[in-house]
């Protein structure tokens, strides 16, 4: 690495104490690095950045992030945001498509809420899809995951320089332990992004979404902000949704060693709730709606979510730094089905207030010639306040319209101690070790209509990992690894329905299966090894990995019984995940500037019982074990583009007794555009479902559906258009 010296340019809801303590801490932080930035201005000091040079050019902090990927023993992904953004962006599905390992489906009629799972993690959990689980996500390397879960409201895919995925236990650096690993989106910043940009696009299903954002230096400082408002009648009836939202951050080279940047981020969503459907009906006509959700005509809103933090790099000398990070997370949730009166319905409203604070120590040494790197951090993410209170609509002796029927009170904590050592053995071949110790905290208590006795755990767990990589060449590579997953249940889990633990999860019958060890949910812990190659050929890129989890206390999430919407949580007998997951992304033909590549995504995924006592060696539901994803794209010198790509999944149970099964299916788009070379223009026209495909996207398990074809999938979008047109001032 060499130094280089330049001259600088000469150019939601926020209603209780603990919340107002918390942004009085993190504006005080602010103020104390702004004023020590004003100091530093006025000396008029140069500006000092790490720049990695490679042969001879220096390289972007994206290229820098690919190679930090490619020094993990283990499969990881790397994204890059335009070339997500030749076609619509409109949810985070269209960022990790053609991505091996990763399945991202929509979940609720197209709203916001989709359904991510890397490895099986999470394959049937997560709150109705209002909670994300068995995946670490982040902004900028800080968390936004927490005791609760991870909301889905703030994952605006616009405005995003590009997106890291390390599957499993390659994210353990970030302090992630779950079976998933982590996924972290990297904003751009005023040193990235153009001085400002408008984004339109819009199409079928009465979809339209607009961008406006911008980015500048001036000096030690830069900013970028990026607002989108968007809206979707939606392709199934009383599927609407919209959103708006905003996210900036601002940065600050307080001297030549030390930089701080703060984020904000803040976002508003409304999604309407189709329901779900049985295959039959997805096959005569997937835009209609499920009768109980027109009954209720549910809407599920996010008043406004925020995500305030702070990010602050020390350099304590040429070979060590610090990293301190600082984040706020406040996310309510408002449920509320229009038409409660008239189907008895609670109205519930839940809150959620985070805050989190990290630190890594990095220190490069060499022993005996040989390079030794070594992290040393945590990671702690606390409920300030958690809470559900259900109303009901419907008057009943004791219980006028709108009264409060139920109030529970959540608390919890996550505690990541981890240290990690990437040790050079030999030329080309390094040995990687690790150790993290979680400490989990978890209590609910229900506070009305009377209050019961508070439930409370706490664990200590470890997680060692171990790893060895060696490269043949500059364009390839073989790696291996073990390590361990500890995944604690979401805090809201240990009371899924009111008032009692004992009576659901003593149940009997049906639900017996899932009635392990009473209510007193258990950690899910995972034990992954996994072997992998990859490496670059004639300008492409290309990976392979296999992988094996042993898992014990799976955690899942099961509908109680089919069609009621009514979910229990609970630990499982001994499962395995493994699979293979491959990727390539290679140029076919070349010749005059013009370039014809191939991109392909298949994940094959084994989940199944060991021996359970109900259901053998059942496949686990939810999942379609193959999944590819391809796309051949031209692109002319010009600027102009043209592709299409395949989506093929294969069949998936839709129950734990594997019983019945939606379809697979192949489903085909296509896109053109064309991007000016300079000018800072850009369109693309995105074609989805060309044969208008009638299909289950993703499936909600039941038990045992007996055979019967049950209300467990939501269809994928038909045959659409989307157009988009956006221009940046250089």
């Known amino acids: ?82 070339d997500a953004e030749r076609r619509s962006v409109r949810t985070a599905q269209d960022i990790l498509a053609y991505q091996p390992g990763v399945f991202a489906q929509a979940a609720s009629g197209g709203g916001d809420g989709i359904k991510i799972s890397i490895r099986g993690s999470a394959i049937n959990r997560g709150g109705g899809n209002s909670f994300r689980t068995g995946t670490y996500f982040l902004f900028d390397g800080l968390p936004v995951s927490g005791p609760g879960g991870t909301p889905y409201e703030l994952f605006e895919p616009l405005g995003l320089e590009y997106t890291e995925v390390l599957r499993g236990a390659n994210a353990f ?66 599927s609407r949704s919209s959103s708006n939202g905003i996210a900036a951050n601002i940065g600050y080279q307080i001297n030549p060693d030390v930089q701080t940047r703060f984020y904000l981020r803040y976002r508003e969503t409304k999604n309407q709730s189709p329901g779900n459907l049985t295959r039959a009906q997805i096959d005569a006509d997937p835009r209609q709606a499920n009768a109980l959700a027109i009954a209720q005509n549910a809407l599920r809103d996010q008043p406004g979510s ?89 008057s009943s002796p004791g219980y006028p319209a709108g009264s409060l029927v139920h109030k529970v009170e959540y608390g919890g904590s996550d505690l990541v101690i981890h240290a990690s050592n990437d040790l050079e053995l030999a030329s080309s071949l390094w040995l990687t070790t690790g150790l993290s110790a979680i400490n989990t905290k978890r209590d609910t208590i229900v506070t009305y209509p009377v209050t019961n006795q508070p439930y409370s755990t706490s664990r200590w767990d470890f997680a060692p990992r171990v790893g060895l990589r060696y490269n043949f060449t500059p364009d390839l590579q073989v790696f291996g690894n073990i390590g361990r997953s500890v995944e604690p249940p979401n805090s809201w889990a240990f009371l899924t329905t009111p008032p009692s633990f004992g009576t659901l999860y003593g149940a009997t019958g049906p639900l017996a299966s899932f009635a392990v060890r009473g209510y007193d949910l258990r950690n899910q812990k995972a034990t992954t090894a996994e072997v992998g190659t990859r490496g670059t050929l004639n300008g492409g890129q290309w990976s392979v990995a296999l992988y094996r989890s042993e898992l014990k206390n799976e955690l899942q999430t099961v509908e109680t019984f089919p069609g009621s919407g009514v979910t229990l949580e609970s630990n499982a007998s001994p499962t395995v995940h493994q699979g293979l997951e491959a990727g390539a992304d290679l140029p076919l ?142």
């Open 589 to 730: 033909w070349e010749a005059s500037g013009q370039k014809l590549s191939l991109r392909q995504a298949y994940t094959y995924s084994d989940f199944h019982y060991k021996n359970d006592a109900r259901f053998g060696s059942n496949q686990l539901p939810g999942i379609p074990p193959h999944y590819y994803q391809a796309e051949l794209l031209y692109v002319h010198p010009s600027g102009f583009y043209a592709g299409v790509n395949a989506q093929v999944a294969s069949k998936t149970k839709v129950d734990y007794a594997n019983t019945f099964a939606v379809k697979g299916y192949t489903v085909f788009d296509a896109s053109a555009g064309y991007v000016h070379p300079t000018n800072g223009w850009k369109v693309f026209l995105d074609l989805r479902n060309l044969g208008d495909k009638r299909y289950a996207a993703s499936v909600s398990p039941t038990v045992n559906a007996k055979g019967v074809d049950t209300a467990s999938s939501v269809p994928g979008d038909g045959f659409g258009a989307v157009a988009g047109i956006s221009y940046a001032f250089k």
């Open 306 to 394: 925020t995500w305030l933090a702070n990010k602050t790099t020390i350099r304590l000398d040429g070979s060590s730094q610090l990293d301190l990070g600082l984040v706020y997370h406040n996310y309510p949730i408002d449920s509320r089905p229009s038409n409660a009166v008239a189907t008895n319905a609670t109205l519930q409203d839940w809150g959620f207030e985070d805050v989190s604070a990290s630190a890594q120590y990095s220190r490069s040494d060499t022993w005996g010639g040989k390079v030794s790197n070594t992290k040393i951090g945590f990671v702690v993410t606390k409920h300030l306040d958690a809470y559900r209170d259900s109303y009901v609509h419907r």
């Open 1 to 82: 690495m060499n130094r280089k010296v330049k001259q600088s340019p000469q150019r939601g809801r926020i209603a209780r104490p603990a919340t107002h303590r918390a942004l009085r801490a993190l504006s005080a932080s602010a103020v104390l690095c702004m004023a020590s930035g004003a100091i530093y201005a006025q000396d008029a000091a140069p500006q000092v950045e790490d720049t990695v040079v490679v042969k001879g050019k220096a390289l972007s902090g994206e290229d820098k992030a690919k190679l930090k990927l490619k020094e993990v023993s283990g499969a990881t992904n790397f994204i890059n945001s335009d």
């Open 173 to 238: 650096d970030y302090g992630a332990n779950t079976l998933g690993g982590a996924i972290n989106y990297v904003t751009k910043t005023g040193r990235t992004a153009d001085p400002f940009a408008v984004h339109v696009e819009g199409g079928s299903f009465g979809y339209h979404k607009v961008q406006i954002s911008g980015g500048k230096v001036i000096g030690p400082l830069d900013y970028y902000f990026s607002i989108t408002e968007a809206s979707r009648d939606g392709f199934q009836a009383q």
